[in-house]
């Protein structure tokens, strides 16, 4: 069995590639133009979802945007002329539809990464990034579409979208590697 692991990586990464070609080539472009048009940023997401939302944040952070984890002691007021994305593969939950309602009251826009188009906060959103893979919506029953467990396959799935994003984010924003690294925290 020394060659288990390997080969269930391997699988998982099919996994991923299947959803990943299930994307249109666009499918970000309204979560870039919004966090482009954004005066403050603002992310959350619950979980293993929220540690993935959390690496977007510092990214953003690294090109120079003002952007903000939810929660977080710093983190300032989000009204007009800000975006608050948060993530919810499953669809919707109590804790982020309260926190929706809260911003937009306030002026914010509203965007989410879901893997569930018709879900209660894809509906309330401007702003819909759909990453086609399961989560713990549709993680039973026949048919599974993933070898990994619940939510995993979303999750996996949202730090590549992430990464990719940041690339593109990058490049519009004209930002160096250099200048991203210049950005990183020197208190590790």
Do not use: C
Request: glycine residues 10%; hydrophobic residues 50%.
């Amino acid at each position: 069995m020394p060659n288990a692991l390997p080969a269930l990586a391997r699988a998982a990464l099919t996994d991923v590639a299947r959803v990943l070609d299930a994307m249109p080539p666009d499918a970000a472009e309204p979560l870039i133009a919004a966090i482009l048009g954004a005066k403050r940023i603002a992310l959350h997401g619950l979980g293993r979802e929220g540690l993935q939302m959390k690496g977007l944040a510092m990214r953003l952070y690294h090109l120079g945007l003002d952007a903000h984890v939810v929660g977080e002691m710093t983190t300032p007021p989000v009204g007009a002329d800000d975006l608050l994305i948060v993530s919810t593969g499953p669809g919707d939950l109590g804790s982020i539809a309260a926190l929706m309602t809260r911003v937009k009251a306030d002026g914010a826009k509203l965007a989410v990464v879901t893997s569930q188009a018709q879900g209660g906060a894809a509906q309330r959103s401007d702003v819909v990034l759909l990453i086609p893979a399961q989560t713990m919506a549709n993680d039973q029953g026949d048919g599974l579409k993933s070898l990994l467990p619940m939510g995993s396959l979303f999750e996996a799935t949202m730090m590549l979208v992430f990464e990719a994003l940041v690339l593109e984010l990058r490049a519009r924003r004209e930002e160096s590697a250099e200048a991203m690294r210049a950005r990183h925290t020197n208190l590790e």
